[in-house]
């Protein structure tokens, strides 16, 4: 496989380009992720007959890959983080293809488990490929983009679903097997059609935990814990409490999708404008108000329009997390970013692996305090995002740092 420096890749066509590569990842991904996310719910529920508890220990399972991302390190000393990242896309279209034939709570787990490797290692290896392959000058407003292409592709997802699901018939099979067998498709291609890029700056293959990036540490810590309650819970709510059927889910992650596609590009401009800070700081603030209203929801019994309309505000508030991403980007050693990737990945996961497992028990008997604790979940990232500086750097990553000249391991 032909390598080109990433600073040569100017030379080639368009559409074989680093960020190209990077759109057609970022639209093939969600193929395969949203159509199993979408159908998931009314899924299990129809077929396997799950309950609150069972939903709980299948996010629990999904999500002890995304723990172990901390491998990609080990993985990238023998191959490169381009292949792997295509690897392991292709391992996610292919399990999401036959997860329908699968319809046992055992069933259903294991091949949860191995998409889930896919689409974890995946996302590992896309983010470090993100970072290095971006300007850091252009890295906000591109990582909207990207972001806006990928739920250009999922509503695409969507709208097909909706469309098609009652007037042929469709049946779980037929879609899962559709769409994975895309992905797949796409990820073998790329594998084939791009030269493999070179960043300019080696990466470091070993483990790294630095002290001096302890706030990004605790701020993915956060995100990942909060991030899946809303992921587990709030599309089962709909299901569950108001009965939506797989085209009425489908319908509201189609309309949240067009929300997001025209305001991801926009939010990336106002992390570009307003700076990372006040970003998280506006985000965080508004998903506790998004999460006390979701308990509102069973504790003063307000209706299916207010869960609708939290649902996609909170997708809205979820797309400032590009911040995060670039946060890290201005304060890191450019050759920490794929371990550190890979470590981040593993802290965003730690809490994901018990929690939806241990909520799903106190949903059984209180849905709305599940909510709640996210609600204070986003207050200690609120918090965490004070300690911001507004113009992050090396030697400069939080607020008690200011004329610090030289970063401190």
Known sequence: MKIV?????????????PTSLLFVMAMAMPVAFATWSAL???????VAGFDGADIGWLHSVREIPGFFAIGVIALIMFIREQVLGLVALVMLGVSTAVTAQFPTMGGILAVTMLSSIGFHYYETVNQSLQLQWIDKKRAPQMLGWILSAGSGATLIVYLLIVLSWERFGLTYSIVYWLSGGFTAVVAVFCLLAYP???APHPQVKTFVLRRRYWLYYALQFMSGARRQIFVVFAGFMMVERF????????????FTLVANMIAAPMLGKVVAMFGERRALIFEYAGLCIVFFAYGGIYYFGWGVVLATGLYVVNHLFFSLALAIKTYFQKIADPRDIAPTAAVAFTI????AVFLPALLGYVWLTSPGMVFLLAAGMAIVSLILSLLIPRHPAPGHETVFQVGLLAPAE
């Not at 600073?7 to 074989?16: C, I, K, M, N, Q």
């Not at 797989?246 to 189609?254: E, K, P, S, W």
């Not at 965003?348 to 809490?351: F, L, R, S, T």
């Open 348 to 351: 965003n996961h730690i809490a």
């Open 243 to 254: 009965g939506y059927k797989v085209d009425d889910i489908t319908q509201l992650f189609l």
């Open 196 to 198: 493999q890029f070179e």
């Open 40 to 46: 998931l719910n009314n899924f299990v529920i129809e």
């Open 5 to 17: 420096r990433l600073e040569d890749a100017h030379s080639l066509p368009f559409w074989r380009r």
